[in-house]
């Protein structure tokens, strides 16, 4: 559980700085606009939905790999 709690905290940085390459440059104003964002109607809670979207996305690729290894034996 810690492991994969570390996967989502890493995938939520990662898109946190692709998507808002200026955050290094005015952090706080970004935070305090988070509650008025506009991202799809989500508001506040985009970036968790979008970080927990790319960790599910992630995990099936994982899970298919996993499946592919165990059946060939590896």
């Known amino acids: 559980m810690k492991k994969e709690l570390v996967i989502f905290f890493i995938i939520l940085l990662i898109l946190t700085f692709v998507q808002h390459t200026d955050i290094l440059d005015a952090p706080i104003e970004r935070i305090t606009a988070l509650p008025t964002s506009g991202a799809y109607g989500l508001g506040a809670v985009h970036p968790l939905v979008f970080a ?22 590896k």
């Open 52 to 73: 927990f979207a790319a960790y599910i996305a992630l995990w099936i690729v994982r899970a298919v790999f996993r499946g592919v290894m165990r059946l060939f034996g």
